[in-house]
């Protein structure tokens, strides 16, 4: 049997049966050839021991020990040594032997002519075609899903990196927000200022007009004297003296009474703009309490938020680790089929016969991949609040304003 004659009903055989079989082929070749060899070897050595008996002398030649037969047994001494068994008896049992190896090497040729033909009469190799289709469609499938994953993750890595340079901004936000509300606390403490200050005027100014409507009595029982006095018949120049005097009084009287009124109007007039003002203030001061009390709570939920995309990313390093096994064990049991099967990873349950024990058959489970975690409402560690991704708030009307007000 040749091993052209080989090639074409075994080629449905894997690749190691068949170079097993060519091997064998091989080594039969060389023994048919090493018996040739034997036979003509002791017939040489028979025809001389007759000779030399003939003659009655001593064998000229040691005996013949063939090559494998020493690479086999290399520790046992050599055949010339053994003095009891003569070269032909040598000769004979290693033909012995090599009968015996033939013998052998037919029946493991049969053995594997009766796997062949039951591998060709059977619907084996028909049901090892269909698992092969349908296994490369789990693959396509396989890979699909490991597209998605990857797609995933440079999703998830993305919004991680966008959601941890929103966390660096943070705290310039919370800086500039406590800056601007130390600027309202100094102007409310200015306006408090001014404000006692003007309380103090007021009070002046209200001390100026008791002491003005005093002078003012006094002036006019002063009047009322003179009058009684003219009556009574006083001189006329006292009298025009003091009606000068009184017309006098009364011109002065006239304009503190106004300018009494102007700063009682202005003074009243800025009591309002600076109660407007504090109003104000105070409840810039109030929106700016609650602006940062709300960019704290988006923080803290911000890093919540961080840490469940860093959970959610280990979960899919995890998955594509156990893809990356899945697809190596899935091409070590693809090295045993025949290179004319064009399969790249599978499965193979099938096979589990064919399959040597070190390779794992297990089936790999993957898992299901999950949607981005901003389309997603997500729980608290308390399970009782629910979140969103945390969005840019703008800045407030409030504080462009005072910044204009400060400007």
Known sequence: MTSSSLSSPLSSLPQT???DLRKLHEENAILKTTLGTLKEQLQIDLEEERYQQQQGGT??????????????????PPRSSISSISAPAVLWRELQLERKRSQMYRKECGSLRGVVDTLREGDIIDKLT?????????ILEIRDENIALNKIQKFQETKLMSEEALEQEWPLRIYTLEKDISILKAQLGKAKVLASTFRKEKNGLSDKVKQLAFEKAELVKEIEDVKSREGNGGGSDTFESLRSEIRGLQAELKTSSVQILTFKQSSDSFKGLMEASLRKERMLCREKDKELIETKRMLDNARDDARLNILNMKELKKTLNSLTVGNFKVKEVSKLLPEDSKVEGLDLTCFESLLPQEIDVERTQFMSPRPPVSEVKRELRWGKRKTTTPTATPA???MTATKQENK
């Open 396 to 398: 407030p009307k409030n």
């Open 130 to 138: 269909h698992r092969i289709g349908v296994l490369e469609g789990e």
């Open 59 to 76: 064998p000229s030649r040691e005996p013949f020990v063939p090559s494998f037969v020493l690479s086999d047994h290399s520790p046992q």
């Open 17 to 19: 049966s068949i170079d």
